[in-house]
């Protein structure tokens, strides 16, 4: 900590965005970039706590972050990446999605604004590629051990960077026809640059992991045939079943899967091919069912389609714009939150029901919507829900998206030709050394937790690796 | 320790090995003392050879780091501590919320160390009692919280919110907080309309003697003569100059913006019999007050401890190595002290074998954070358990270690106008601590079948090692020694009885209290003449703490009370002399004259019939006005060595010094 008075002299200072109507028109990265002479300031506000509550319980992988934000203020960048690198695999990624749980834990935020960890972070990496500090650095020496990894989101990429650079020689097996799960699928260019992913993808391929991609395991390849050719199986392949609107109309034309509309999106923006309807939002009313970040990305997709209008209703309250006092620092703030794609325009409402969805000619048109209230919990958590009686309105959308969630893994598959025993909620059931219950297949990642954080799954993946690593004897 | 210098430390032998077996302190440190056994060579071995193979495997494709280690920053993985963030969060969340669910969560983490061992008691367990008792039997937690105090955390090193925010939690609930030794402003003396006080009940006597006025010992319930502290023994505190503020010089006497020091040692306190002296003079400067002795907790503290109880202190407090965390060097905090559990253990079996127990109350203090602590602190010996780290916490510290930069974040530890405007701690999340804390004692001493807090004190037959914690480490561990207990079982194991103070065959008592009440109710000037023998110690003090009492430091009008004593005067004449008493002396006077003086006025000259010549001879011992913080004194010849060390603010007219004079 070179300076212990940075954080009553210095105040936070965002990037910030581009400006909206000009980052409307592309699918570009949304989000400036600190220079490096700010970030130095920022990084002289953390105060190297004697417990740093972002590294302790803030970070799901842990990082080390008062150790890099002091290099960096020093300017010690390199040595600062080597510390960031031996906790998060993928810098890239987080410094650039993560919500950034480590500033709501962050001690400076107890009384004023957090330090931007997430920044420091990102440009700690970003430094790193552009100085040649990140280069390939395959494993010395090769234990001969196989490992499958199924499913190539941030959970398996984890997992198979980690098992790779112990000497193991993994294989990524991948559905879709590029690798990166929902880094790759789900979340929007405009949040993170698939280059950035590609780029990873290239390094890890070039370390010697090998990457099947368009292969769909439990279909084109048996359980049999993997638990025969592998010494492990990870299984890492998401919760991506979306909780469904069970109402009149939901078979309607234009009535569509957050996921389906994000999918194809990011397909064109790589220049993927794909088959089926073409889901598009241009001169459409759009209206997305649920508050999240899923819902966010639809709201900022629609509108570099060129929707006529895009809606968001949230069937929660709205959330305060501050802290709640039912969640007190270090927790993770229940607050609202407001994306960039929310600023690029769109009305956001709370406390909606959808009671049903109705068209002409087969095509929706309009959405039937009724105002509900809610009782809260102590800690202002909603607890229970009634609809406001004659509140009735209806919500004219041509392109109804729904982001309401997901409700565990898709079922079937390698989950059931494995036969693995699944918890309550339907997720592969892990033991505490992350094996399922079948000796030697592992899982991490939504599909043992339910749907989370990219940052949680890269933290699943690499506790999952290390219980691999033991299970096959390696453990020094 | 009597060691001041680098030098004194060698082949000296003070360090005490904790965990190491006998017959491998026999073969490499022979006669270190060495009380519960542990590890040998073979475990040194093993643990030698986990490090070389953690350093030598290869880490998965980063590049080779060193271990942050986490010994003074928390850091996941490594070093294990007890303040975590999910400990901290959760004790501020119960306590701030009246929480008990919440506080046993907390509790849980800090008792069961099975994957987290930090503790020597983290090793106990208790024996299953043959009878519980029904838990409405117990005695209810607000009488167990009597036994409550907080640590001595100086105004000056804490904030002014925090300080007067313990003062009226304890106060609240019948504790005592402590001053520390940073003095305290009279306006605390003072009741607050809604019968609130922040006046800390136990006053601290340190070496630096930082604002020790005869008001600020008349204000006291406790006087605590600090001898050394828990987490630095031997080493003295240190409040740096950026956070001696206006405010802070003022209370203490001192400068702004300068460093102060407590050395070392006291000045008047080179041998028991020293410490007997100060303790007396200490009750005779608040009769109403008992006074303790603050110990730590090293190989040998029972033999002090008994030289304590028998120099007449009503408590001795043995003080943990894991306490005074933010106040601490780096040196110090891993490596100094001793757990209090040794400590306190041999101060127990001490007094009960020589028959000093039942004469003196005895305190434990050092990271005490939860009932089942203080149950253990009550079973090794103690009575009365002392909370500093974690009463901080509760008020919202969050353990950044940065007391000494005054930067603390939170508004504890700093004297920051813009950062103490921060401090969000509230005397209620104090009271609902020690209450929870309390409750989950009751709950022990039911399952023990014991309804009485007291009936808990010496008991330590009721503790065992919990074998069920098999850590590689700890197998040959050996608390046989600290669970002992003595065998006649007739002898008192806690006190019973009060010390003999001999106040009423005081000087004071017998000869001037009685001729002065017209000076001290009415302020009438009176004037005596009165003989005084070298026995006579402490001549004065209790007549000031009668001023004091009524009129604080300003005392009464200039020469008021005016004693003219004709002979050789002992110890401590003059002691915190009051202002507006004037006491002259014809003779020769022992050491310590005019001790912490208080805006009296003393004037010595040799009889007038004296043959030698007054400016090459000396007329009054050592250590004169040591601490003292307003008068004047006059004397017609010399004086000894280590003359108004730490004077901050008395004239005074001498004609020659010894040695160290005025430092």
Not at chain 1, 232 to 239: F, P
């Amino acid at each position: 900590m070179g300076n212990p008075k940075g954080f009553l002299e210095v105040g936070r200072k965002n990037p910030g965005y581009r400006p909206a109507e000009e980052r409307v028109k592309d699918y570009n990265e949304v989000e400036t970039h600190l220079s490096e002479a700010d970030l130095k300031k920022q990084a002289s506000r953390c105060m190297d706590c004697g417990i740093p509550f972002c590294h302790g319980c803030g970070c799901p992988v842990s990082n080390v972050i008062p150790e890099w934000n002091d290099l960096v203020y020093k300017g010690f960048w390199k040595e600062a990446l080597d510390i960031l690198r031996s906790t998060n695999n993928f810098p890239e990624f987080t410094g650039r999605i993560c919500p950034a749980l480590c500033e709501a834990s962050c001690t400076v935020g107890l009384n004023g604004d957090a330090v931007t960890i997430r920044q420091i972070e990102l440009e700690i990496i970003e430094k790193g590629y552009k100085e040649g500090y990140i280069k390939p650095e395959p494993p010395a020496v090769r234990t001969g051990k196989r490992i499958a990894v199924i499913g190539s989101g941030p959970a398996g990429l984890a997992a198979a960077d980690q098992l790779n650079k112990s000497g193991h020689s993994v294989t990524v097996f991948e559905r879709d026809l590029n690798v990166g799960g929902l880094l790759r699928y789900g979340i929007p260019d405009f949040k993170l640059d698939k280059k950035v992913v590609q780029r990873r993808v290239d390094l890890m391929v070039a370390e010697g992991v090998t990457f099947e991609t368009g292969v769909d395991v439990g279909t084109d390849l048996s359980a049999k045939y993997l638990t025969n050719r592998f010494d492990a199986i990870c299984i890492t392949t998401g919760a991506k079943a979306p909780r469904d609107l069970k109402t009149a109309g939901r078979e309607l034309e234009g009535v569509h899967f957050a996921m389906e509309f994000l999918w194809q999106q990011n397909c064109r923006v790589c220049g993927q091919v794909f088959e089926g309807e073409n889901i598009t939002a241009k001169g459409k009313k759009v209206l997305v069912i649920g508050g999240g970040d899923t819902g966010s990305d639809c709201v900022g997709t629609s509108n570099r389609h060129g929707a006529k209008a895009v809606t968001q209703i949230e069937i929660m309250p709205e959330p305060p714009e501050t802290r709640h006092p039912g969640t007190p620092w270090p927790l993770w703030p229940y607050q609202k939150r407001t994306s960039s794609s929310h600023k690029e325009g769109c009305t956001r409402m709370w406390n909606i029901a959808t009671k049903s969805i109705e068209g002409e000619n087969g095509k929706v048109k309009r959405v039937n919507a009724i105002k509900v209230e809610w009782e809260l919990g102590p800690t202002g958590a909603p607890l229970k829900m009634k609809e406001i009686p004659g509140s009735e309105f209806v919500i004219e959308a041509d392109l109804v998206l729904l982001a309401m969630g997901f409700t565990g893994p898709e079922q079937g598959g390698i989950i059931s030709q494995l036969g693995l025993e699944l918890d309550q909620r339907s997720n592969v059931k892990v033991n505490a050394d992350w094996m399922t219950s079948k000796p030697g297949v592992f899982a991490a990642g939504d599909v043992a937790s339910g749907a989370s954080l990219v940052v949680r799954a890269i933290a699943a993946g690499r506790k999952m690796a290390e219980n691999v690593d033991k299970y096959l004897g390696n453990n020094k | 320790m009597g060691i001041s210098t680098l030098r004194s430390y060698r082949g000296a032998q003070i360090f005490e090995a904790v965990g190491l077996a006998k017959d491998f302190i026999d073969d490499y440190f022979t006669g270190t003392a060495s009380r519960i056994n542990g590890i040998g060579v073979a475990e040194v071995a093993r643990e030698a050879e986990m490090r070389y193979k953690r350093a030598y495997a290869p880490a998965p494709g980063v590049p080779h780091l060193l271990d942050a280690g986490g010994q003074y920053h928390f850091r996941l993985g490594e070093e294990k501590h007890l303040w975590t963030p999910e400990t901290i969060t959760k004790l501020q969340f119960a306590t701030r919320n009246n929480d008990m669910k919440m506080y046993k969560e907390y509790a849980k983490y800090i008792n069961e160390q099975a994957e987290h061992l930090c503790t020597l008691r983290g090793l106990f367990k208790f024996k299953k009692a043959a009878q519980p008792v029904p838990i409405e039997e117990v005695e209810p937690a607000s009488e167990i919280m009597k036994h409550f105090v907080t640590g001595a955390m100086s105004f000056g090193s804490i904030s002014k919110e925090a300080h007067e925010t313990i003062a009226i939690a304890m106060n609240r609930i019948g504790g005592m907080s402590n001053s520390g030794e940073g003095g305290e402003d009279p306006e605390r003396y003072i009741r607050l309309p809604n019968g609130d006080s922040k006046c800390s009940a136990v006053k601290q006597i340190a070496s630096g003697r930082f604002g020790v006025t005869s008001e600020y010992l008349a204000s006291a319930r406790e006087l605590q003569i600090k001898i050394a502290q828990g987490a630095k023994p031997g080493e003295g505190g240190q409040l740096p100059g950026h956070k001696v503020d206006k405010f802070v010089a003022k209370v203490r006497h001192s400068t702004p913006g300068v460093t102060l020091i407590s050395p070392p040692p006291h000045h008047d306190i080179y041998s028991i019999e020293d410490l007997a002296q100060l303790i007396y003079d200490l009750k005779c400067s608040n009769t109403d007050a008992r006074i303790s002795v603050k110990l730590v907790s090293e190989v040998g503290v029972g033999t002090v401890a008994a030289g304590v109880s028998k120099g007449h202190a009503d408590m001795v407090l043995i003080s943990g190595h894991d306490g005074g965390t933010g106040a601490s060097p780096l040196t110090s905090i891993k490596h100094a002290g001793l757990p209090w559990e040794l400590g306190l253990a041999e101060t127990q079996q001490t007094l009960v074998l020589n028959y000093l127990r039942d004469r003196i109350r005895v305190q434990a203090d050092g990271q005490m954070k939860t009932g089942r602590d203080i149950v253990i602190g009550a079973l090794l010996g103690a009575e009365e358990f002392g909370f500093g780290t974690t009463t901080l916490v509760v008020l919202g510290c969050v353990m950044m270690r940065k007391c000494h930069s005054n930067t603390c974040p939170v508004g504890v530890a700093t004297q920051d106008p813009e950062l103490r405007k921060r401090f969000a701690g509230q005397p209620e999340h104090l009271i609902n601590f020690f209450r929870m804390i309390a409750e989950e004692a009751r709950e022990i001493m039911a399952e023990l079948g014991i309804r009485k807090f007291d009936d808990l004190v010496g008991r330590s037959d009721l503790l065992e090692m919990n074998k069920a914690i098999d850590f590689w480490k700890a197998r040959n561990l050996d608390f046989s020694a600290v669970f002992k207990r003595p065998d006649n079982p007739n002898l008192p194991v806690r006190r019973t009885k009060a010390q003999d103070h001999g106040i009423d065959k005081a000087y004071d008592t017998v000869n001037i209290l009685p001729k002065v009440q017209d000076a001290i109710e009415n302020k009438k000037k009176v004037t005596l003449e009165l003989p005084i023998h070298n026995v006579d110690r402490t001549v004065g003090t209790i007549t000031s703490y009668h001023v004091a009492k009524k009129y604080g430091n300003a005392g009464l009008p200039e020469d008021t009370l005016t004693i003219k004593f004709k002979g050789s005067a002992g110890q401590s004449f003059g002691a915190f002399l009051s202002h507006g008493m004037t006491f002259e002396l014809e003779g020769e006077s022992n050491d310590y004259l005019g001790k912490g003086l208080s805006g009296g006025k003393i004037i010595v000259r040799p009889p007038v019939n004296a043959s030698y010549n007054p400016s090459e001879n000396i007329i009054v011992g050592n250590v004169l006005l040591y601490g003292a913080t307003d008068g004047k004194i006059f004397i017609y010849g010399r004086a000894g060595e280590r003359f108004a060390i730490r004077n901050s603010g008395v004239t005074a007219v001498v004609e020659g010094l010894g040695d160290h004079g005025c430092e």
